[in-house]
């Protein structure tokens, strides 16, 4: 069984940095795509990185955090690593499994939020 639990999220200055992490079982990680998806309060839910299941992964990135964010995997954890944080980061952030481009399984996220 399928099974992603996020952690990392705090709370951070503006332009601080953090790691998330992603802790994935059943399935073979570095073979999947997986993506990062985040909610903002009040908003919907925002595509934000992914990573391909080919070896090594290629990587895609919404426009809002290009330059600023990185996935990466290892065997057993999806990685987020974000820099110059602002308020409009402020989110809970939830990894993904996807099949088919399509997410099958969702962990129950971590909430991230930027102030001072």
């Known amino acids: 069984q399928v099974q992603l639990v996020e952690s990392g999220g705090t709370l951070v200055q503006p332009g601080g940095s953090l790691r998330l992490s992603c802790a994935a079982s059943?399935?073979?990680?570095?073979?999947?795509?997986m993506s990062w998806v985040r909610q903002a309060p009040g908003k919907g839910l925002e595509w934000i990185a992914g990573?391909?299941?080919?070896?090594?992964?290629v990587l895609f990135y919404a426009d809002s955090v290009q330059g600023r964010f990185t996935i990466s995997r290892d065997n057993a954890k999806l990685y987020l690593e974000m820099s110059g944080l602002t308020s409009a980061d402020t989110a809970v952030y939830y990894c993904?499994?996807?099949?088919?481009?399509?997410?099958?399984?969702w962990g129950e996220g971590t909430l991230l939020t930027v102030s001072s």
């Open positions: 059943g399935l073979t990680l570095k073979t999947t795509w």
């Open positions: 993904a499994k996807l099949s088919r481009l399509e997410v099958d399984y």
């Open positions: 990573i391909s299941s080919d070896t090594p992964g």
